[in-house]
């Protein structure tokens, strides 16, 4: 046996029926093209591929494309093994509109890397498709904020900052002359303080519906909307403290800024009328000067903006004037009650005013006055100090320093 399996005629003689049985295996197929059923006629398969994605080639850079169907229905008709295999490769469904000109045409459907020995039949067979140019304009990105109406009391928003300001949109030219907005949006609703957000913007025609088909670039700006807390913007009023070095009276103040903005609850504000307490040490003026001052923030308030004010002092040397017979005035007499000075019984005071010799010399007889304050009497004397009012950066002496005030009933 072994020298059998060792000759080389016997290896001959087995190759050759082996190959003799692998042609009629293959030969066999043909027999039922000729009417003769084969014993071992391999089956037949039928695959139907519904929504089959319709693969689109076209110059993109340039030209756009519009109307043609997203997916086809395919079948496969060939031999089980073949279809088995169709299944199991990347095939493709195409249109080729890379030679066609602008305009509308009716195209063939083709397929590709499908299995050779396979029938495939594609519904519908033949597609309408329009090509357009490519076109690109420049517009502004629009913000719209939304829910504005649920801001906290008194905050309010100021204009969206966006970057980039302006973006490129690109598309059929046909749809580009239906831009009317590229906006996007932002919900603010709630919002204390400044709102960052990242959105992505849409195209839209001038009744604000959502045009498709186009493209934005870049599509996501970053969008940063300002809010503002209720505030009151009030003149400010330093609190001098100390005294001015012998011999020298300030001659102007002059502030920068005048008014500044306080931020705090809504009713508290409208009772601001001015902001005070801003310390300025007299003591340390010798000269004319310029100096920084912080601005505390008043009690019950959130901020002051700007928190500074620059005072620029100018001093001179003090001189003096005199004023003789300056009338005493009263003020604040109850209703019902009438008053008249019994001492000094002239009624009159002579007055010495300090300060710059720039402020004396605009001073006149009704820049200022003499008076006493009677709010809150009864009938009868009443010893006072006597008070004065007049021009800022001015001290004053008077030869009268206490004043007899009579009241009495006017019925009486």
């Given at each position: 046996?072994?020298?059998?399996?060792?000759?080389?005629?016997?290896?001959?003689?087995?190759?050759?029926?082996?190959?003799l049985?692998?042609?009629t295996?293959?030969?066999?197929?043909?027999?039922?093209?000729?009417?003769?059923?084969?014993?071992?006629?391999?089956?037949?398969?039928?695959?139907?591929?519904?929504?089959?994605?319709?693969?689109?080639?076209?110059?993109e850079?340039?030209?756009?494309?519009?109307?043609?169907?997203?997916?086809?229905?395919?079948?496969?008709?060939g031999?089980?093994?073949?279809?088995?295999?169709?299944?199991?490769?990347n095939?493709?469904?195409?249109?080729?509109?890379?030679?066609?000109?602008?305009?509308?045409?009716?195209?063939?459907?083709?397929?590709?890397?499908?299995?050779?020995?396979?029938?495939?039949?594609?519904?519908?067979?033949?597609?309408?498709?329009?090509?357009?140019?490519?076109?690109?304009?420049?517009?502004?990105?629009?913000?719209?904020?939304?829910?504005?109406?649920?801001?906290?009391?008194?905050?309010?928003?100021?204009?969206?900052?966006?970057?980039?300001?302006?973006?490129?949109?690109?598309?059929?030219?046909?749809?580009?002359?239906?831009?009317?907005?590229?906006?996007?949006?932002?919900?603010?609703?709630?919002a204390?303080?400044?709102?960052?957000?990242?959105?992505?913007?849409?195209?839209?025609?001038?009744?604000?519906?959502?045009?498709?088909?186009?493209?934005?670039?870049?599509?996501?700006?970053?969008?940063k909307?300002?809010?503002?807390?209720?505030?009151?913007?009030?003149?400010?009023?330093?609190?001098?403290?100390?005294?001015?070095?012998?011999?020298?009276?300030?001659?102007?103040?002059?502030?920068?800024?005048?008014?500044?903005?306080?931020?705090?609850?809504?009713?508290?504000?409208?009772?601001?009328?001015?902001?005070?307490?801003?310390?300025?040490?007299?003591?340390?003026?010798?000269?004319?000067?310029?100096?920084?001052?912080?601005?505390?923030?008043?009690?019950?308030?959130n901020?002051?903006?700007?928190?500074?004010?620059k005072?620029?002092?100018?001093?001179?040397?003090?001189?003096?004037?005199?004023?003789?017979?300056?009338?005493?005035?009263v003020?604040?007499?109850?209703?019902?009650?009438?008053?008249?000075?019994?001492?000094?019984?002239?009624?009159?005071?002579?007055?010495?005013?300090?300060?710059?010799?720039?402020?004396?010399?605009?001073?006149?007889?009704?820049?200022?006055?003499?008076?006493?304050?009677?709010?809150?009497?009864?009938?009868?004397?009443?010893?006072l100090?006597?008070?004065?009012?007049?021009?800022?950066?001015?001290?004053?002496?008077?030869?009268?320093?206490?004043?007899?005030?009579?009241?009495?009933?006017?019925?009486?």
């Amino acid at each position: 046996m072994d020298k059998l399996l060792t000759s080389n005629w016997f290896v001959k003689i087995i190759s050759f029926l082996l190959a003799l049985m692998l042609y009629t295996i293959v030969a066999m197929p043909d027999a039922s093209t000729s009417g003769t059923q084969g014993l071992f006629e391999p089956e037949t398969e039928s695959e139907s591929i519904t929504d089959m994605e319709l693969q689109v080639l076209s110059d993109e850079d340039n030209v756009v494309v519009s109307d043609l169907p997203e997916t086809v229905d395919v079948v496969v008709n060939g031999r089980t093994d073949s279809v088995m295999l169709s299944k199991l490769k990347n095939k493709e469904i195409y249109v080729d509109l890379r030679n066609l000109t602008p305009g509308q045409h009716l195209v063939t459907v083709k397929h590709r890397d499908f299995p050779e020995n396979v029938d495939v039949t594609i519904d519908p067979a033949r597609v309408s498709v329009t090509i357009e140019e490519k076109n690109s304009n420049n517009y502004q990105a629009g913000i719209n904020l939304l829910k504005v109406e649920e801001l906290p009391e008194g905050y309010t928003t100021e204009e969206p900052i966006v970057t980039p300001k302006t973006v490129s949109v690109t598309g059929a030219k046909s749809k580009l002359d239906q831009v009317a907005f590229v906006r996007g949006y932002v919900d603010v609703s709630g919002a204390k303080e400044e709102v960052n957000q990242r959105i992505t913007l849409n195209v839209y025609d001038g009744n604000m519906d959502e045009i498709q088909g186009l493209t934005i670039d870049p599509a996501v700006v970053d969008v940063k909307v300002p809010i503002k807390e209720p505030f009151k913007k009030v003149p400010i009023k330093l609190d001098q403290k100390g005294e001015l070095p012998e011999g020298i009276s300030i001659s102007s103040i002059a502030l920068e800024p005048t008014d500044v903005s306080v931020f705090g609850p809504e009713e508290e504000l409208e009772e601001l009328k001015f902001l005070d307490g801003i310390p300025l040490d007299l003591s340390e003026i010798t000269k004319d000067t310029t100096i920084e001052l912080e601005i505390p923030v008043p009690e019950g308030m959130n901020k002051v903006d700007p928190g500074t004010v620059k005072a620029t002092i100018s001093v001179g040397k003090e001189d003096e004037r005199a004023f003789d017979d300056v009338p005493i005035k009263v003020t604040g007499v109850s209703d019902g009650l009438e008053a008249s000075v019994s001492s000094p019984e002239t009624g009159v005071t002579d007055m010495k005013l300090y300060g710059a010799a720039s402020v004396l010399d605009n001073i006149q007889n009704g820049d200022f006055q003499a008076y006493i304050d009677a709010s809150g009497l009864s009938e009868g004397e009443h010893e006072l100090g006597l008070q004065w009012n007049g021009p800022s950066y001015v001290r004053w002496s008077g030869s009268t320093k206490k004043v007899t005030l009579t009241i009495e009933n006017r019925t009486s």
